[in-house]
């Protein structure tokens, strides 16, 4: 059974986030059947981002221009243990952020940025709660 996600997304201010990113995101019909977590919109701007965060389900990290506010959410994020997927606009890690971002998911024609988002939420959407918490898979009992 599909879950209601929190989704919580990461960006620099450097970016012109209404236009590049969020526009796309806010009209994609998988990302608004989930409560999608925009740090730059006014039911999240005033809220610290550190309790966003630990409210959110997953977390969608854009790194393409890296800031000081940027690094912090990265590394708290990555502190957090929450599943995370990691997009850069111009499918480059920069130097400052490489620490905390391990890889990347190539934005191509096949592969639009708002379609690896719909990929992620989409695929842990379909997990249960159970799943989530314990990814251990039994396959037998031995007797």
């Not at 209601?4 to 970016?15: A, C, D, E, G, N």
Request: glycine share 2%; aromatic share 12%; charged share 30%.
């Amino acid at each position: 059974m599909k879950r209601r996600l929190k989704v919580y997304f990461i960006h620099s201010t450097k970016i012109d986030y209404t236009n590049e990113y969020y526009r796309y995101i806010l009209s994609s019909p998988v990302c608004i059947r989930h409560e999608l977590m925009l740090p730059q919109t006014k039911n999240y701007q005033t809220k610290y981002v550190k309790d966003l965060i630990n409210e959110a389900d997953i977390i969608v990290a854009e790194v393409s221009k890296p800031t000081f506010g940027l690094k912090l959410e990265l590394k708290w994020a990555f502190k957090s243990g929450k599943p995370i997927k990691y997009i850069s606009l111009d499918n480059t890690i920069p130097k400052k952020v490489k620490k905390y971002v391990p890889e990347i998911e190539i934005i191509d024609d096949d592969k639009t940025f708002v379609k690896i988002i719909e990929d992620f939420i989409s695929f842990y959407a379909d997990k249960s709660v159970e799943e989530l918490k314990n990814p251990t898979i039994v396959l037998g009992d031995l007797e």
